[in-house]
């Protein structure tokens, strides 16, 4: 199983040339590819933003249309409906990836870490503190991995900063995958 972290897949849709690899992957049935809840969330977030501010854009455009021309009277797109758009998101991410799921008890731990400036959450001397969803995303593989211990599990990630660089992970990720 491999299993991506967000930022290996930030900015790309699930039709996106980069992902043929992974498509022929799962296609072949030799190897799955999946992702945690959080990462196919955070994914879908990013084209419902996207969506969102074209929306507006497009609504905007529309109105200052009828204004320099009020005889042709443009009706303009319909409400903007953020749950049709997360349902489409999510679904065509579905046909690239198997999701992991994110259990509460998962998630709940994620929080107390943030809270806790434990990795990989951000430690209590960053600018910018949080970290929650990159512990999610952590925790869900490690919550796989435990559940399926005699599987080789691949997890590619781009945030070294966070998650390290595979060569040794800091306290308390070394004690999450110890004897995995």
């Not at 065509?92 to 806790?116: C, H, P």
């Amino acid at each position: 199983m491999i299993i991506f972290d967000t930022s290996t897949l930030f900015g790309s849709g699930p039709d996106d040339p980069r992902f043929d690899l992974l498509r022929a992957l799962k296609k072949s049935g030799q190897q799955q590819v999946a992702i945690p809840w959080m990462v196919q969330e955070e994914l879908v977030a990013q084209r419902v933003l996207q969506h969102a501010k074209a929306h507006a854009a497009a609504v905007s455009a529309t109105r200052d249309l009828t204004r320099a021309a009020p005889w042709l009277r443009e009706p303009g797109p319909g409400p903007f409906n953020r749950d049709g758009a997360s349902d489409y998101w999510r679904e065509a991410y579905r046909k690239l990836f198997e999701v992991i799921d994110t259990s509460g008890d998962v998630a709940r731990q994620a929080l107390a870490r943030e809270a806790n400036c434990e990795k990989p959450a951000k430690g209590p001397d960053a600018k910018d503190k949080g970290g929650a969803r990159d512990t999610a995303i952590w925790l869900s593989v490690v919550e796989y991995l435990k559940a399926h211990p005699d599987e080789e599990v691949c997890f590619v990630t781009g945030n070294t900063r966070d998650f390290g660089d595979g060569s040794e992970f800091l306290a308390p990720m070394s004690d999450d995958v110890k004897g995995l």
